[in-house]
């Protein structure tokens, strides 16, 4: 997706100074400097923690769906597979077509929970609360920058909630597909290697584990990755085209970002490392917008 494509042709005014004084509302009223820093960028912490609740409750629930259908079955899995072939198996018996219909039985059940979540309407909430978070950031910039508010008409911001709506169904459908398929694996494998039941049941434990970490990610990068589009988008939509580099300040930022804390980098040319703040994986930094070529049409 091009960032920068703005479409001009539906935005009621022209970009730049003139969209400020024009949607200020009183352009007698704007400042005529650029304040000394812009108040911090916060990033959407609630959405985050909600997104990411949601996916591991849903994960989990999978996992108890996986268990109720694995657990009762492996001690006879394991019996027969032992009474077939003692010692290490290297062949694929009976046993081994037994546990592909768990398999199979597995996705059948989470197809058809009643506690399976509505995929499309949880990742479009999430991207519109992302929204409004990120369009109160922005406001709070302008007025701290202009000294008035500022709104402007974004005929973008749909386009990124159905794009981000879209990709999140299909992270999630697969995030689906691969803890069922993992454990199908993992069974087949304990079979197939001689394992115990007790085992096997705890190498299912552990791929259930995974998944539900595998959603924290997907709810974190996700989250900042939307935020720091919106943010792109909202800044060179008024005519906005660099930025300066800030970081969360805490222990988890990475040393390439640490390194971009502070410089000035173009949105058209962002840091060939990581990108865009926000673009990186799990990235939380945020761009401080540069409004001096915009004062500096305003004050000529």
């Not at 049941?201 to 997907?218: M, P």
């Not at 005519?239 to 970002?257: F, K, L, M, N």
């Amino acid at each position: 997706m091009d960032l920068f494509k703005n479409d001009r042709e539906e935005t009621s005014a022209s970009l730049g100074a003139s969209t400020i004084l024009l949607l200020s509302g009183d352009s007698s009223a704007v400042k005529k400097k650029p304040p000394k820093r812009q108040p911090a960028w916060l990033y959407p912490w609630s959405a985050e923690r909600r997104y990411s609740r949601t996916l591991v409750k849903h994960m989990d629930n999978i996992g108890k769906i996986i268990l109720d259908i694995y657990m009762p079955h492996l001690e006879s899995l394991t019996e027969e597979r032992d009474l077939l072939n003692p010692g290490i198996v290297q062949k694929v018996d009976d046993y081994a077509e037994a546990a592909e219909r768990l398999s199979e039985s597995a996705k059948l059940n989470v197809e058809n929970s009643p506690n399976r979540i509505v995929k499309k309407s949880v990742a479009m909430s999430i991207a519109n609360e992302v929204n409004v978070w990120n369009s109160k950031e922005w406001q709070k910039q302008l007025r701290a920058a202009f000294g008035v508010n500022v709104f402007n008409r974004e005929p973008f911001i749909n386009a990124s909630i159905n794009s981000f709506t879209i990709e999140n169904v299909a992270l999630i459908t697969n995030m689906e597909a691969t803890a069922l398929n993992q454990v199908a694996g993992v069974v087949q494998k304990g079979l197939r290697q001689g394992a115990s039941a007790p085992t096997i049941a705890k190498d299912i434990q552990k791929r259930i584990d995974v998944s539900k970490s595998r959603a924290q990610f997907i709810a974190r990068d996700q989250v900042g990755k939307l935020n720091g589009e919106l943010t792109a988008l909202r800044q060179t939509n008024i005519g906005v085209t660099t930025y300066i580099w800030r970081t969360s300040q805490d222990e988890r930022v990475r040393a390439t970002h640490s390194a971009h804390n502070g410089k000035k980098f173009r949105w058209d040319r962002p840091p060939s490392n990581t990108g865009a703040p926000g673009q990186d994986y799990q990235c939380r930094c945020y761009a401080e917008a540069n409004f001096d070529d915009i004062f500096k049409e305003i004050n000529e």
